[in-house]
């Protein structure tokens, strides 16, 4: 579902594909699907279908489907030299809050923004934000300048450090023009949404600028 959103879609159908080994008792079955059934209500997706065989370990396989207006797709690859970049949500922390289990995909903040700005780029932050920086400098091939001091630190990731690399946010990061960037809301709802950074240059490269003005390069680990 953060998926889907972060390219600007509605999640619309899934599939589910299922290994399980002989002995798996019918009540864990019955209550993973209980689960996905739940989930997908929730965001108004059907499980249309899949496939189940046998395995020697369980293994689980969720592809999911959406649509898009053609004019509200958004990738990663079309970020351009002199956007500002924004991130929702507050960042650092997931794992060891447990939060990773429990996000929310930010399914309506996409559809808003889509909606109201022309976003040029946009992906979910799944890996950590530096490792997904420089995902979208690749794809975009332009070079990013993040502010530190701009970095939204959530409660448990403590520092600016945990925020760029801890990962498993599934926050959105986007890419809008000078002239949009005014109608960027600060808030959707109750989720905060913050520029960190801009599009400098052409080439590939991530630098962070750090609270003494000086920048350096912006390595994930």
Not at 126 to 142: F, K, P, T
Not at 168 to 176: P, R, S, T, Y
């Amino acid at each position: 579902v953060s998926d889907i959103a972060a390219m600007g879609g509605v999640p619309r159908w899934a599939v589910v594909s299922l290994g399980l080994p002989p002995s798996t008792p019918l009540q864990f079955v019955e209550g993973l699907y209980g689960g996905l059934e739940g989930c997908a209500r929730r965001f108004g997706v059907a499980i249309v279908g899949g496939d189940t065989v046998r395995a020697p370990q369980v293994v689980v396989d969720v592809a999911i489907l959406g649509t898009a207006h053609p004019a509200q797709v958004t990738l990663r690859s079309n970020a351009k030299v002199g956007d500002l970049v924004f991130v929702t949500g507050r960042l650092g922390g997931s794992l060891s809050s447990g939060r990773h289990a429990r996000f929310l995909p930010r399914l309506r903040e996409a559809q808003m923004l889509v909606r109201r700005l022309r976003v040029h780029a946009m992906m979910d932050l799944s890996d950590g934000l530096a490792s997904d920086l420089w995902q979208m400098s690749r794809a975009s091939r332009v070079r990013l300048r993040i502010d530190a001091a701009r970095v939204p630190v959530s409660r448990t990731g403590r520092t600016v450090t945990h925020a760029l690399m801890d990962g498993e946010d599934f926050e959105l990061l986007f890419a809008v023009g000078p002239r949009d960037a005014g109608r960027v809301p600060r808030r959707i709802g109750a989720c905060p949404v913050t520029r960190i950074g801009k599009v400098v240059g052409r080439g590939v490269g991530v630098e962070l600028q750090g609270r003494d003005g000086r920048t350096r390069p912006l390595a994930p680990r």
